[in-house]
């Protein structure tokens, strides 16, 4: 099952302009883990598919079933954010920018995030 994981994870990489870079970076997993999966000498596990499952803008059930994992409802239930895709589609638009532009980027998201917070009263 690695090796057809390995060509599926490097055509939704590849559809999305994706490095192993900017994979492991969005995923917090090494880049060499996600370069052992892209040559499929690393199996996927739960853990690993949960962290690229937001990245790949895929929901993480849908990601277990191509990975050839179980899928029970403790699993759905993890799902951690409800904006999965948006999160997705956020890194990959990232990927293209200079680090300085990540930067901003990311003090932009926490201006926003505390921005947000004061409007809901300190709670997140």
């Known amino acids: 099952m690695s090796a057809d994981f390995a ?16 994979v492991s970076r969005a995923s917090g997993r090494a ?4 370069n052992q999966l ?13 962290d690229l499952a937001p990245v790949l803008q895929l929901d993480t059930a849908d990601l277990f079933v191509i990975a050839g994992l179980s899928v029970d409802s403790e699993t759905v239930a993890r799902e951690p954010y409800p904006a999965t895709a948006e999160i997705g ?4 638009a990232a990927s293209f ?24 009263g300190g709670t997140s």
Do not use: C, F, W, Y
């Open 7 to 22: 060509r599926v994870l490097d055509g939704l990489m590849q559809n999305r302009r994706l490095s192993a870079r900017a």
């Open 31 to 34: 880049e060499s883990t996600v």
């Open 38 to 50: 892209l040559t499929g000498k690393l199996q996927p596990t739960h853990a690993i598919v949960r």
């Open 89 to 92: 589609q956020l890194v990959a």
């Open 97 to 120: 920018l200079t680090p300085p532009e990540v930067r901003l980027l990311v003090q932009s998201a926490k201006a926003l995030r505390d921005e947000t917070r004061e409007h809901r």
